[in-house]
């Protein structure tokens, strides 16, 4: 486009068009940051007039805070360098009242692309930056008011649920007495449906009373991979055939100071959701890891500095939509039909969170399936009993001769060592895939089914590096022992063996020791 002649009408054109947009402050920055035009819309947004302004720094227009800091010059710069600069930030008028403006900066350049000055756009934001203020603190009200009507169902329900308590107990113990005292007849069945109603009552009533948060717990420090891999079988059960689960276990332990008996209800009350909405043939995952809660938002305060462990449970149903998602922790609160639900899963999940100083996450999505995340606080070491980062070696002996597995596992355990125990390598190969930690695999040459010790022992190694070998066998022909690596045979204990040359292979094993005394501990 070829330069247009810069005639007093063209000016006067130019600026009569910039004052059209009254509700833009537009004006132009010398290099240097003064103010170089002024337009109508500036004057009613900033307050000032033309010719108070013209020849002024542009630096005026920012809080005295952002000028001290340099602010004003840096943002010209970013625009020189970027080619635009952009912001939401206050601004201060002449009456020196603050306002929330969005600003964009552009450098105006001449014919040879010298930079020769900055167009500035101001819009006051005000009103849209207060609304946004006043939907959060609506948003904050709201989650206060949610907060408050749990507690308040929480002491409610505490309440009856105590009293219920106490009734279901004597209604118990009379039917108790009376089958005891009943002969054998027609009213014997009566009696017991009476007694299995009463029990399904005192369940409803834990439930309540985990919701209420009311409920006693004996909690103690508890590896979350642990548990959640020696649950396996039971989740696995729950689910039935129509469904898999898959575990992805955190790589280091998740230790956590919990009540074992709830948390274990609270797994199986998410599964049995889980595996309502799940379809034949679909997946529930679940998943531990050791979790920064710094990484979180909307924190109560005071809580951040707190690590966390997590327990995360994914489905991929139907999902829940918002209000149910809302809703779903509320006692009582259920969308299966009559006789299927009581409502009460979710609420005693959230109590027992609550109640074990931790904090229950739902995500969902309508079509995509539905994560419900327990977040439970992490157990310094001198609460799992492993003062100063101390804990149990673990070791996993794979034995299947079941008497022998068993006295091995109790000397070890005496030792202090963490024991697991297998029959075979499929056994093993479980066990060492679900456990976070393992030390140790001490493992017979000669075991039954496809794979041996040996070919177990070189599998495992793949799967976990660190892990520490000692192999044994009273059978192994010399064919066999001639397929072992040196640092195989290193760790080869010949059976049957005496206690201190096992526990001499286990520390060789397990920091290459050479301990040449007797053990200490030996049982001999
Ligand atoms: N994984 C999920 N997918 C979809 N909806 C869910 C899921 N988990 C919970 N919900 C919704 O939340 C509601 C409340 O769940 P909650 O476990 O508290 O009670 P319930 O399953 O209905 O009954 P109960 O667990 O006492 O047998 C459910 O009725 C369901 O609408
Ligand atoms: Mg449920």
Redesign the pocket.
Known sequence: MPDQPCTDDYVERAQSFVDAFTDHAIFRVSTAGVVESWSAGSERIKGYRADEIIGKPFSLLYPEEDREAGIPERNLETAARFGHFEENGWRVRKDGSRFRAHVAIAPVRNARKEIVGFAKITRDVSAKHELEAVVKTLATSQQVFEAQKLELMGRLTGGVAHDFNNILAAILSSLEFITCTLPDGQLRPVVQSGIAAALRGRKLVSQLLAFARNDSLAPQPTDLNDFVAELRPLIEQAIGRSASVTLELGASACWVKVDQVHLQSAIL?II???KA?TPEGGRIAIRTFNHDVRSRAGLATGQDETPMSALEIQ?F????SEE?RAR?IEPF????PVGQ???????QVHGFTKQSGGDLEID?EVGKG?TVRLLLPACSDRETGQEGGFRATSILIVEDDEELLEISASILSFWGYSVRSALDASQALDIIEGTGQLDLLFTDIVIPGKVDGLELARRATKLKPDLKILLTSGYATAETLAKLSPAERRSFLQKPYRLEALYRGLRRALDGMDVREASPFALE
């Open positions: 009350n049995m959701n889980a909405v489905d149903g139907c999902g829940m149910v779903s609160f259920t969308t299966k639900g009581n409502g009460l899963g979710l609420s969902s539905t």
